[in-house]
């Protein structure tokens, strides 16, 4: 069917799909596929076009390690096209590899980030440079970011404080003490914030 997809068409294209699959005892809720749906609904009107519906079976990684992006298949020899940071993420072009004699799963890949494309290490014999791309966890792993920043932010702030309580430690009277008074009181509450 051409134009867009709905909720109905989408449940009913699914209980379809399991006919047709001929797997009849697999059984799906249609509250589990309509909240499927609207995952795929990002624009939330309803409905989700072709494009937006093939974007959801696009096999993608998450960049777990910093690793580089190569212009070959093979480690050796080949060109680094770029460095992928850590949290990034990248669609599989094509089917993982196994690089001969070295023991390590490659694939080609293309950034999200700049659309530059080339080979990445999936894995090596001690750490795991690409992980199957999970939405949750890159919220999660936003989230733990944004936290370390606050802390960081709260910790700068906790250490201006204290530098400004020390140049002014020498006033015994005037507003340079009631200034120092007020930054005395501050410090809890920072650090209170820190905890949290």
Partial sequence: AKGPITA??????????????????????????????????????????EEEFLEQLRPRYLVNAVVSMTDGMTVKGGKTVRKLEVNEVVEQLDQPTRELGLNLMRVRVRTQKDGKEGYVTVSGTSTTFLVPYDPAMVMERKVEKAMQELAEAGSHVQKYIDTKIEELGSFHTGPWVEAKNALLAMGPRIRKVQQE
């Fill in 8 to 49: 109905p068409k989408f449940v009913a294209f699914m209980d379809q799909l399991r006919e047709l699959a001929e797997q009849r005892d697999l059984t799906w809720c249609q509250d589990h596929l309509r909240a499927s749906f609207a995952l795929m609904d990002t624009r939330g009107n309803g409905e989700v076009n």
